[in-house]
């Protein structure tokens, strides 16, 4: 029994961090969003050159032969750093072996391809595009595209929570830096315990979502339980960092908001969270066994 | 990350759960806060010792089996899914014993565990004062030098302090150096609740029953050999229980997915006539497996030798939160019966409510998280004991 990471993979999440931060995403991501790929799809080729395309691909077909929670570890950093292109599509639902930049509808979970202006559609014909309130991704319709199996379903979905919790630890550490800095009525404004408060409650929602994220990799749990909570999570750190960060927040100058929008986004991407709810109902109505409470203090 | 358990570990597992099905009582025991039912409370405590099974974790020579963390983990979720009594026995065994084994003499673990194990000595907490609650350093009850006696002299009062109604021993901090400040000049005492000069008065809670009291201290002899941890010491002494209180040992998280599959029956046959309550079914039931989960991480953190330090309080935070999201979605779906006392869901949440409060507020663990964890910046400094007094 050992519920943490190894070394290997967090040495795994530290090179895909320095990798991003060296070729400044932020920057990338905004190029992207404002149309010019070209450095996105640069970015790209050096993060499948790492290997993130054919992660969970076994080792027999070429592939790393890495596990789900492998997969989460990686998928934590993109969300953290803010990875524009079709991630979750070319290495969780259809892992590419080459690198490939591939994109998919998936109804009803996801209705739209995402990033098909770029990325090669894996099946079906693509219709109308349409822009998202996350500005990195360009949403088409597609029709008659290929059915996913569960399993790669389940791969993406798990892979979405992960980017969440990464996005929401993102917004929780740049909202703790400003509030040391930021001072109002001559103190810090995280000296105030209105604002301590709202960020502790955040730490604590995020340091119960990760424990899900994982646990649904290791089949522990359903996917469906760790999209619930890591969309819960990271919309409360999204709400609680605009708040707290006052007007700058609301500016779409400011990065912060390119983290609050595609929180936004993915929360709802891959299935709502009334779809996951519903999904994990289903489960535990057909599984749990019965227990009785002992209290006392 | 690999959560299976060893042959060793499933076969404690499969001991538990056997002993467990052929003991536990068929009928819930009358509350540990009455005469009755804490009779039988301690007789079931006696039971289980008999088997080792009252405190696993311990050294065999003081009533335990050596288990491991994850072994204690393993017995704290049979126990609670058996439906087995709540531990009239939970402040000594959990809060004053791991203090004992860390700064107790041999001689005081040999005299106070081995009854704390069988359940024969109930211990409770004397901490809190009427004057002295969240800010505990503040506290003002007294312990005055007796060379002539080898002891000290224990005045004042101590209130909220939970069994102790009924309780044999109780653990507490007194004021041992009058000159001292805040949190110097504490000293960690062991006293029988039925010495000279002790007076207990229940008070009852929300619910009626006496399940904490006031405890008043008139010129009170404790013995030398009575002491825990050094003369002066006692807030360091102290605080290492605050951290167990916080973190793993008083919620396990067997207890939360007990209730979480309670909860889930009882949307099989009461969903339909309350079909609002779904959402917080699931989330409570998601809301468990995460405590589980994030247990397991602590348990692996701590076997690798780390510690629990400030951590603690997310854990509490997010557990007594949980528990009463857990009971309040239970009551929204007995509908108009939810206010009946005959059910155990009104009992469970009346009990949730305090969970926020207990153990440090909730607000005090968010200051802790915030300062310690986040790192911002600290509050304004409180007044000093002095101060206070002027
Ligand atoms: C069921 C139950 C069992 C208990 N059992 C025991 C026991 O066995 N032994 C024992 O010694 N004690 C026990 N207690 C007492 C418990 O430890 C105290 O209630 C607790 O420490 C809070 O103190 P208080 O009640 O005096 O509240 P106060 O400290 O007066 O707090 C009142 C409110 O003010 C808030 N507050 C206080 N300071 C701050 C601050 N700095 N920042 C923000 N908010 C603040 C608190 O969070 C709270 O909401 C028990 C309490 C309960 C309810």
Redesign the interface.
């Known amino acids: 029994?050992?519920?943490?990471?190894?070394d290997e993979q967090t040495g795994f999440a530290e090179a895909i961090t320095d990798l991003m931060r060296s070729a400044d995403s932020v920057v990338v991501a905004r190029a992207w969003a404002a149309g010019d790929t070209a450095s996105g799809a640069g970015l790209w080729k050096r993060l499948a050159d790492l290997g993130l395309t054919a992660l969970v691909v076994p080792e027999e077909d070429g592939g790393l032969g890495g596990t789900l929670?492998d997969l989460a570890v990686a998928f934590e950093v993109l969300g953290h750093e803010l990875a524009v292109g079709p991630w979750i599509e070319s290495a969780a639902l259809a892992p590419q072996l080459e690198g490939e930049m591939v994109t998919a509808a998936a109804a009803p979970l996801a209705p739209y391809a995402a990033d098909a202006q770029v990325a090669r559609l894996l099946s079906g014909t693509a219709g109308a595009t349409h822009a998202s309130i996350d500005t990195t991704r360009t949403l088409t319709e597609v029709s008659g595209g290929d059915p996913f199996d569960d399993a790669a379903i389940d791969r993406a979905v798990l892979a979405c929570a992960a980017q969440l919790v990464g996005a929401g630890e993102r917004v929780l550490a740049d909202t703790?830096t400003y509030?040391?800095q930021r001072k109002q009525f001559g103190?810090?404004i995280?000296?105030y315990?209105a604002?301590?408060?709202q960020?502790?409650?955040v730490?604590?929602a995020l340091?119960?979502?990760r424990?899900?994220v994982?646990?649904a990799?290791?089949g522990?749990?359903p996917v469906s339980?760790a999209k619930?909570?890591a969309s819960d999570a990271a919309n409360l750190a999204a709400r609680t960092g605009l708040q707290v960060h006052g007007a700058i927040g609301y500016t779409a100058e400011f990065d912060l908001s390119l983290w609050l929008n595609r929180i936004r986004a993915l929360g709802t991407a891959w299935g709502t969270p009334a779809f996951h709810?519903g999904r994990?109902?289903a489960h535990?109505?057909s599984t749990?066994?019965?227990?009785?409470?002992?209290?006392?203090? | 990350?690999?959560?299976?358990?060893?042959e060793s570990?499933l076969a404690f597992q499969a001991e538990v759960r056997a002993w467990l099905a052929a003991n536990v009582p068929a009928e819930?025991l009358p509350s540990?806060d009455t005469a009755e039912g804490w009779a039988l409370h301690q007789e079931w405590e006696a039971k289980l010792a008999a088997e080792r099974l009252s405190v696993v974790s311990w050294p065999r020579d003081v009533g335990g089996r050596e288990a491991s963390l994850?072994e204690w983990i393993i017995f704290e979720e049979e126990?609670?899914?058996?439906?087995?009594?709540?531990?009239?026995s939970?402040?000594g065994i959990f809060l004053l014993a791991p203090i004992i084994f860390d700064h107790g003499t041999p001689e005081q673990q040999a005299r106070f565990l081995p009854s704390m194990a069988t359940g024969e000595t109930i211990w409770a907490q004397a901490w809190s004062e009427p004057e002295a609650g969240s800010d505990l350093a503040s506290l003002r009850s007294t312990a005055t030098r007796d060379d002539e006696r080898g002891g000290w002299v224990l005045n004042g009062q101590k209130t909220w302090s939970?069994r102790a109604t009924y309780a044999h021993w109780g653990f507490g901090l007194f004021r041992s150096d009058p000159n001292s400040a805040k949190h110097a000049g504490l000293t960690y005492y062991l006293f029988p609740l039925d010495a000279e000069g002790v007076t207990v008065r229940p008070i009852a809670q929300l619910d009626g029953e006496a399940g904490f009291a006031e405890i008043f201290f008139d010129d009170v002899f404790v013995p030398d050999a009575d002491v825990l941890g050094a003369v002066g010491a006692g807030w360091n002494v102290a605080m290492s229980t605050a951290g167990n209180e916080r973190g793993l040992s008083?919620r396990s998280p067997g207890?939360f997915?007990?209730?979480?599959?309670?909860l889930?029956?009882l949307?099989?046959t009461n969903g339909d006539a309350a079909p609002q309550a779904?959402?917080a079914?699931?989330?409570a039931?998601?809301?468990a497996?995460?405590?589980r989960?994030?247990t397991?991480?602590t348990?692996?953190?701590l076997a690798d030798g780390g510690e629990m330090g400030a951590a603690g309080s997310?854990n509490k935070?997010?557990w007594s939160e949980l528990d009463i999201q857990l009971h309040e979605t239970g009551l929204d779906l007995l509908g108009a019966d939810a206010e009946l006392l005959e059910t155990?869901w009104m009992?469970?949440f009346v009990?949730?409510l305090?969970g926020p409060i207990?153990?440090g507020t909730n607000?005090i663990?968010?200051?802790i998280?915030?300062?310690r964890?986040?790192?911002?910046?600290?509050?304004?400094k409180g007044l000093s004991n002095k101060e206070v007094a002027r």
């Open positions: 029994m050992k519920f943490e990471l190894t929670v703790v509030a040391k103190r810090e995280g000296s315990q604002i301590k408060h960020l502790a409650d730490r604590i340091d119960f979502a424990p899900l994982f646990g990799a290791l522990e749990v339980a619930v909570y709810r994990v109902l535990i109505t749990a066994p019965a227990g009785s409470p002992a209290e006392v203090i | 990350m690999d959560l299976t358990l060893s570990e819930p540990m994850i126990y609670y899914r058996a439906g087995a009594p709540g531990r009239v939970q402040n939970s008083l207890r997915c007990a209730a979480a599959d309670r889930v029956d949307w099989k779904r959402d079914v699931v989330d039931w998601i809301g497996q995460a405590y989960l994030f397991w991480g348990v692996t953190r997310i935070v997010f155990p009992d469970g009990f949730s305090s207990y153990a607000e663990q968010r200051n998280i915030a300062e964890i986040l790192g911002l910046p600290r509050e304004p």
